[in-house]
C-alpha cells in the first residue's frame, strides 16, 4: 500500500505521523512494504529535512514541489506512489487528540482513508 501525505508547513507535526507509520527515525519499518510519500508542498519551514530523517530507502520518499496546494500535493504523491492501493494521511491534523461534544473521540488521523484501485 502507498501512503500519500501532503505537507504544507508541517515541521513540528510530521515527526508524529511518521511515527505512526514507519517508528521512530531509528528504528525498522513497523509495516513491511509500505510505501511512504511526503509531499511537502510550498513550505517555507523544515518539513522536507524532519521527514527526511525517517528515510527508510525505498519506502520513504520525500517529494518538494513549490505551490502550496493541497490538490496539486496529493496528484503528486499519486504519481510517486508505487502501489495501486492508496491511502492519505494529514500530518497537521490533530482531530485524533480532539473529543467531540459527549465525550466521544474523533477517529485517528493516522488510521487513513484506503481507496483501492486510485490510479496516479
Known sequence: MSVIVPAHNEARSIGRLL???LGSPDSTIVVP????VVVC????????AVAGRYGHGDDLRVVQIP???KIEALRTGNSYAHYATRAFAFA?????HKSRPGGATSPSTTMPYVFKGLRG
Open 19 to 21: 511515527d505512526a507509520l
Open 33 to 36: 512494504g509500505l510505501d511512504v
Open 41 to 48: 508542498n510550498g513550505c517555507s519551514d523544515d518539513t522536507a
Open 67 to 69: 505551490v502550496p496546494s
Open 92 to 96: 497537521g491534523t490533530d482531530a485524533g
